[in-house]
């Protein structure tokens, strides 16, 4: 009988190695150690990680740059901004700058809504793109003229000229980054001397909150007070907006970007406000300016401590030159533009920092303390309208007391709101509106993919800038061919007589925005017919309704 045996295997050179005919056996007493998989990112995988994580950062650095704002603008509303005459630190801070950093920030936002590129004429996406705009604009100046309706407080409210920038921001979306940079340095000294000289030719007129009301019984006076001679005159203020659509295409990811803008609106903001210093003291712009409007040294620095509404007399051509807040001068315009530059690009440098150091301890620290602000800021559209409901129904609340307790529910339920929820309910509300208006964009097509022969790139921007002139042209016409209702020029005159008659129960004081006493005799002065009420002078709020995560 022959038997056959099999061959062994050769032994293995290391355990779990395979031989050419059978596997090396381990132990029975052995345990087998599971698989180790390693993700090791390509190039192309791993710059693709690096946009997902600069863009969420991005979006944060600009909702905490919104979060500022707002603080800001519930200080203005809330804090007695002049003392004795002369601005409280918290006025110097915020009577101004915090208007004008959401004036940039709308710009951002329509370039986050519109892909961050510039659109191109004849295409399906950049037709949704506009029409979106357009309701967006409709939604959010219809609840300001709510808020006007109701006449809470006496806070000027700002949504209704939001809105009205939402829509002049069409032919603005259809010009190059660099047009719209030139464009709103040429608006920053051509919209102040322009709306001078047309405010120049108006008859006296009562500063008035956008409503219903006036938008039934005196539609022109109602674009009047929108486009050149309320408390946020579109015009100069469509400077912001081109200002803000230029950074919102940049690269905000970028380190170099952020520390440019920092820096840069910095120098802009002491560049404006010593230019404007010079003019006045060594130039003899301020001896004009006593001379012709027939205050003292006194009363104009009473003046300066909360300024004019939203625009400035028109006495003498020195009052360009000033910076006064809300003056929307060309040095006013100039200097909040930097300092609106200057918070952005802090906020994103603060993104970068973070983003280089996640895993370390003040990292972590600093994403903490920033959070809660950032979740305030993408929601600002529900925060102000309930900050103008509750500072109306309170009045007579402590001006600190009144302020904390807004500040602290904003920071608080916006982080919880933002971790349970999301997107604010009025944000949800006006994006759902939007939505079911005009459907977005598909994300697959390219916002520049013409269904028609493109446009040609300087033809395109002469197009825009001319539609923007035409409406412009358009609203100063009506101005002028319609200066202000019967009703509102009896009004007028009748308070100006009352307020001739009556004597002030202190002489130089008035009452101002937050119901504490501010030293401005000027106000209610011959002196002064297109400013209105000079003492008031409160700063807006955001529509917040371009909350970060929209870009």
């Given amino acids: 009988m022959i038997t056959t045996v099999p061959p062994h295997p050769r032994t293995p050179t290391s355990a779990g190695a395979v031989t050419n005919r059978f596997p090396a056996m381990r132990p029975a007493s052995s345990s087998i150690d599971p698989p180790t998989v390693k993700l090791v990112l390509t190039r192309p995988l791993a710059a693709a990680a690096a946009v997902v994580t600069s863009s969420a950062s991005r979006v944060r650095g600009v909702d ?18 002049a003392e004795g005459g002369l601005p409280t630190m918290v006025g110097r801070l915020v009577n101004g700058p915090a208007a004008a950093l959401f004036g940039v920030l709308a710009g951002l936002s329509v370039a986050m809504l519109t892909g961050r590129r510039r659109l191109e004429l004849g295409t399906e996406p950049a037709r949704r793109y506009a029409l979106r705009l357009v309701v967006r604009g409709l939604a959010i100046g219809s609840l300001g003229l709510a808020l006007g309706q109701v006449a809470l407080g006496s806070i000027d409210v700002i949504l209704t000229y939001y809105g009205v920038l939402f829509v002049l921001a069409v032919p603005l979306v259809f010009l190059s980054t660099r047009v719209l940079v030139v464009l709103g340095a040429v608006l920053t000294v051509l919209a102040p001397v322009t709306g001078f000289l047309l405010r120049a030719q108006l008859p006296p007129t009562e500063l008035l909150d956008p409503s219903f009301t006036m938008l039934v019984t005196d539609p022109a006076g109602l674009l009047t007070t929108l486009m050149f001679t309320g408390a946020y005159p579109v ?21 170099r970007v952020a520390a440019t803008l920092a820096g840069g609106g910095v120098l802009l903001a002491l560049v404006a406000s010593v230019a404007s210093s010079l003019i ?18 006194e009363e104009l620095a009473a003046l300066s401590a909360e300024g004019p509404n939203g625009v400035t007399p028109t006495t003498s051509w020195s009052w360009l030159a000033v910076t006064l807040p809300h003056s929307s001068t060309p040095f006013d315009l100039a200097r909040t533009i930097g300092t609106s530059l200057a918070v952005l690009g802090f906020m994103l440098l603060l993104d970068r920092l ?25 929601m600002t559209l529900t ?20 302020f904390l307790v807004q500040v602290v529910a904003a920071l608080a339920v916006g982080a919880l709101w933002q971790r349970r929820v999301g997107r604010g309910p009025l944000e949800t509300g006006v994006a759902k509106l939007v939505d079911a208006v005009v459907a977005a964009p598909s994300r697959t097509t390219a916002p520049t993919t013409a ?6 790139s300087r033809l395109q921007s002469a197009l825009a800038v001319t539609v923007l002139v035409v409406v412009v042209a358009t609203g100063a016409g009506v101005a002028l061919a319609f200066p202000a209702s019967q009703d509102t020029a009896t009004v007028t005159s009748a308070e100006s007589d009352t307020s001739e008659e009556t004597p002030a129960e202190e002489p130089g004081a008035v009452e101002g925005a937050d119901g504490d006493t501010a ?9 002064f017919p297109e400013s209105g009420d000079a003492a008031n002078a409160p700063e807006p709020g955001n529509d917040g309704a371009e909350s970060g995560d929209e870009g």
Wanted: proline share 9%; hydrophobic share 50%; charged share 10%.
């Fill in 64 to 81: 905490a740059a919104r979060g500022i704002a707002l603080l800001g603008m519930i200080a203005a509303h809330t804090l007695p901004l």
């Fill in 235 to 255: 015009w100069p203020w469509l400077a912001y907006l081109c200002i803000g659509l230029a950074v919102g295409r940049l690269r905000l990811d970028s380190t």
């Fill in 280 to 297: 006045l003291q060594a130039a003899g712009g301020l001896e004009q300016l006593l001379a012709s409007s027939g205050l003292s040294p």
């Fill in 354 to 378: 973070i983003a280089r150091s996640a895993s370390g301890t003040p990292a972590r620290v600093l994403s903490a303390a920033r959070s809660p602000l950032a979740a305030a800021g993408s």
């Fill in 383 to 402: 925060f102000y309208v309930l900050h103008v409901v509750v500072s109306g129904l309170a009045p007579e609340s402590d001006p600190w007391v009144l």
């Fill in 451 to 456: 269904v028609r022969p493109r446009v040609g």
């Fill in 519 to 527: 030293g401005n005799p000027a106000a209610g002065e011959p002196a």
